[in-house]
């Protein structure tokens, strides 16, 4: 332990007998762990985050920088207004960003390759958190947290009512590129993934017959050189606890060549499994618990829709790419969806760890990936617009009906049946 | 840390402030996730380079090179709410001549090395010495070097005095992710420990070439596929 701890360590018990001498009541409430049910907190000081909303929902978490990952968010549980605390994730973090370019010029692993922690973790300022709060690793300021309007929650003729969220997010960089991780924990329980893509261009090229085939032109004879963003994430969910998750795929196929209808399909896994994006049937995906269900009866779950714009589909060597979804049991040492440090016969890619393990009962894993397709504009100098590329995860009946507009009805709505305009 | 938000009580709440912030620091002292403190990750080194495995490994390779240090991550159930968490560290270094990765668990609460191993075709990412030492390797290769200096003419308009000039990133390289780059002693890429060079000039403009380094052979890859034309 450093000189600091031991000092602190020794002290202790006096400052516990001062503090209990001096307890005066509302007064000292701010130095007093804060209220509701007690949940094991595996984090302090700044890498701990409690923030309660203007409805009063609630997110706790812990944020710890890791060498090669960059910000991971642990212990991630939501409450909902005058609701019980729920756990959402254990662990969710990016597990991997994998840049092709169009020109085979060079194909970029930067996760595992060059890491988001470390020195690459930028140090943030106040013009990096306008209106928000930085928080810490040590010395560094590194993360940034703030909640702000994010709009409608709903609107129903009279019934007008904004929402909140609570936004956390931190810089890497990479070579050129200023990667930001920008997660929203939104007041109705829903959580944003987004990473932003900003900084300046990696490669051009000065060649014509190159440029044109494989890029876009910029500036005084050089062509920007088109490329794919292949964002992946490690998204560890333990809905309500470890144990009794399980994943479902849901899509809505026609029920026959006419078109006219469209049947709700819904495939529990039983065992690991790879899967693609399928948006001409809606394809999604949710974990929900199989035990605990809401007052209606129904179980409890998180709902992945998947909204894919683009979608990378590499060379025989980057197997990875060939689905967005992976669902497998969790694995420490499975970290990464390609360049996976094989420690110990680890495998080294996600398409690996889909090695047919049941998941009846056990830990699961879910892993997903979104492609960008960056074609350069002139824009893009002297440095980057930020490009977003986000996906949302959102309680699919967490709750027996809404925990935000059900107050709100109540309050707002005089005549919920009478349209007067 | 922990210490920075006892400071943060003790400018809200004053001696308030300070007591609970005993209290709070004593309670939540090194919390399971938190990052090991600076001392806590030189301690970790110290441990691992007593070792006896670490210094039979050290013997035998030309070179090692410490990577990174960080706290080591448990299983899930061995995080739930402990007294008194784990504080250990894992340990990175690279052995060349020997090509293997070293990776030792050090538990910082028992003082001692929980387990020390190396394995083959893993690369952790490039230290600062290890980045520097390939750009110098690119910069002295007749041919690399020449590509590296008309690049840098055509973005900066003058000719390269030396590595000042320049601002450098470098990414591992693995031959396999990248069959078509991956050419003379660029083909044993993964085994062994290659850098791909990213370049721009003091001012952020960029340096059109990725030059290849095999740190383990000490050699520089001529950068055919990013030679402009």
């Avoid at chain 1, 968010?73 to 840049?99: C, F, K, M, W």
């Avoid at chain 2, 085994?191 to 383990?216: G, H, K, Y």
């Amino acid at each position: 332990m450093n000189r600091l701890e031991s000092v602190m360590s020794l002290t202790q018990p006096l400052c516990l007998a001062l503090a209990l001498l001096a307890w005066t009541g509302p007064n000292t409430a701010m130095a007093a762990p804060p209220p509701g049910p007690a949940l094991p907190v595996n984090c302090s000081g700044d890498y701990r985050v409690d923030k309660t909303l203007s409805n009063g929902a609630r997110w706790t978490l812990c944020w710890e920088p890791r060498f090669l990952e960059g910000v991971v968010l642990r212990d991630v549980v939501y409450t909902a207004p005058q609701g019980e605390p729920v756990l959402v994730l254990s662990r969710a973090n990016p597990a991997q960003i994998h840049v092709p370019y169009d020109d085979n010029g060079a194909r970029f692993h930067d996760v595992s390759d060059y890491g988001l922690g470390g020195p690459h973790l930028a140090r943030l300022d106040s013009a990096d958190c306008p209106e928000g709060e930085l928080r810490s690793n040590g010395e560094r300021p590194v993360v940034c947290l703030k909640v702000v309007n994010r709009g409608y929650v709903t609107k129903y003729y009279t019934t007008a009512l904004q929402g909140e969220a609570l936004r956390l997010y931190s810089v890497s960089h990479v070579g050129e590129y200023n990667y930001i991780y920008d997660y929203g924990f939104y007041d109705d329980g829903s959580i944003e993934f987004a990473v932003g893509a900003s900084g300046k261009l990696q490669i051009y090229t000065r060649n014509a017959e190159k440029g044109e085939k494989y890029g876009w032109p910029l500036g005084a004879l050089q062509y920007g050189v088109s490329h794919v963003h292949n964002y992946y994430w490690r998204l560890d969910f333990d809905l309500a606890g470890v144990d009794d998750d399980q994943v479902e795929e849901l899509a809505f196929p026609p029920e026959d060549e006419t078109r006219e209808t469209r049947i709700k399909v819904q495939t529990a896994f039983t065992e690991e499994a790879a899967r693609t994006v399928e948006p001409e049937n809606f394809r999604s995906w949710r974990i929900k618990d199989t035990r605990l269900t809401n007052a209606d009866g129904h179980s409890i779950s998180y709902h992945l829709e998947a909204d894919p714009a683009h979608r990378f589909l590499g060379p025989d060597y980057e197997p990875f790419t060939e689905s967005e979804v992976y669902i497998t049991r969790y694995r420490l040492c499975e970290r990464f969806a390609s360049h996976n440090p094989s420690w110990n016969g680890c495998a080294e890619d996600a398409p690996g760890f889909v090695n047919g393990e049941s998941l009846e009962g056990e830990d699961l894993v879910l892993w997903y990936g979104q492609a960008f397709h960056h074609l350069p504009s002139d824009e893009d100098e002297p440095k980057m617009h930020t490009h977003w590329s986000r996906f949302y995860v959102r309680p699919r009946d967490l709750n027996s009906e809404s925990p935000l507009t059900s107050s709100a009805a109540a309050s707002q709505e005089a005549h919920p049946h009478s349209h007067a305009h | 840390m922990h210490a920075a938000g006892s400071r943060w009580l003790l400018r809200r709440g004053g001696v308030a402030g300070w007591l609970g912030a005993c209290l709070w620091a004593g309670s939540v002292l090194a919390g399971a996730y938190d990052p090991l403190t600076q001392a806590e990750l030189d301690r970790a080194v110290q441990l691992a380079q007593a070792d006896q495995r670490f210094k039979t490994l050290q013997a035998r390779a030309s070179r090692l090179e410490l990577l990174f240090v960080e706290r080591h991550e448990e299983g899930k159930s061995q995080t739930a709410g402990d007294e008194r968490p784990a504080r250990r560290a894992d340990v990175f270094a690279y052995l060349y001549g020997q090509e293997q990765t070293l990776h030792a668990v050090v538990d910082l609460n028992r003082g001692r090395v929980d387990q020390l191993s190396a394995q083959a075709g893993v690369q952790p990412p490039l230290n600062p010495a290890e980045s520097r030492r390939a750009l110098d390797l690119a910069l002295a290769d007749p041919q690399a070097g020449k590509v590296i200096r008309d690049e840098y003419r055509a973005a900066a308009g003058r000719a390269l005095q030396s590595a000042a000039d320049l601002r450098w990133r470098a990414l591992i390289f693995y031959a396999d992710a990248h069959p078509a780059a991956a050419e003379g002693e660029a083909s044993a890429c993964g085994a062994e420990r290659c850098a791909q060079l990213l370049l721009t000039t003091r001012d952020n403009t960029v340096v059109n070439v990725m030059p290849l380094v095999n740190l383990s052979r000490n050699a520089a890859v001529a950068s055919a596929p990013f030679v402009e034309n």
